[in-house]
């Protein structure tokens, strides 16, 4: 390679570096950090409503389904914590008052009728959101860190497979 290709190659290099920080693996930095600050706010949001929603089943075998899906979002997020202590970094987690509205929206659909139907109804919705912000982060951003991609790409399956849970349940 001659003198000016190279010169030329590692301009691009210095320039590739300066607007976007990657690290080893070839990812956005920054990028890989905002994904891992939507993916905990998404497992944080579902384990939430989930353990509002809890109180209010009477049917045992839907207490032990969510009851699983509660220690799922469990394991996420401890997924999540040690991704985020490898890469340095404090995920941003959903803010309370969005918390706090979710729950009493659950309270208040939970006061007319606690059917498993309705039970299934709720968690379909709240399913379907976290499954649609997966299908958005997934596609916004192929150039994250590889064990942020995976683990998003597993927890959308998850998200997909509890959605066909529900349903079973209508």
């Given at each position: 390679m001659s003198n000016s290709k190279k010169q030329n190659k590692k301009e691009e290099t210095t320039q590739a570096t300066t607007?976007?920080?990657?690290?080893?693996?070839?990812c956005n930095v920054e990028t890989t950090k905002q994904v891992m600050s939507d993916l905990y706010k998404n497992v944080t949001m579902a384990q939430n409503c989930v353990k509002t929603l809890l109180?209010?089943?009477?049917n045992q075998d839907t207490t032990k389904a969510l009851h699983k899906q509660v220690e799922q979002y469990d394991h996420y997020v401890e997924q999540l914590d040690a991704l985020?202590?490898?890469?340095?970094?404090?995920?941003t987690p959903?803010?309370?008052?969005?918390?706090?509205?979710?729950?009493?929206?659950?309270?208040?659909?939970?006061?007319?009728?606690?059917?498993?139907?309705?039970?299934?109804?709720?968690?379909?919705?709240?399913?379907?959101?976290?499954?649609?912000?997966?299908?958005?982060?997934?596609?916004?951003?192929?150039?994250?860190?590889?064990?942020?991609?995976?683990?998003?790409?597993?927890?959308?399956?998850?998200?997909?497979?509890?959605?066909?849970?529900?349903?079973?349940?209508?």
């Open positions: 607007e976007t920080p990657v690290n080893e693996n070839n109180p209010y089943v009477e985020c202590e490898n890469l340095n970094f404090d995920p959903a803010p309370k008052a969005l918390i706090s509205m979710a729950n009493m929206g659950i309270r208040a659909k939970m006061l007319t009728d606690k059917s498993i139907s309705h039970v299934a109804k709720i968690m379909l919705q709240g399913t379907l959101n976290g499954i649609i912000d997966l299908y958005r982060l997934i596609k916004e951003n192929e150039d994250i860190h590889p064990e942020v991609h995976l683990l998003e790409k597993q927890i959308l399956r998850y998200e997909e497979g509890c959605f066909e849970e529900m349903k079973g349940m209508l």
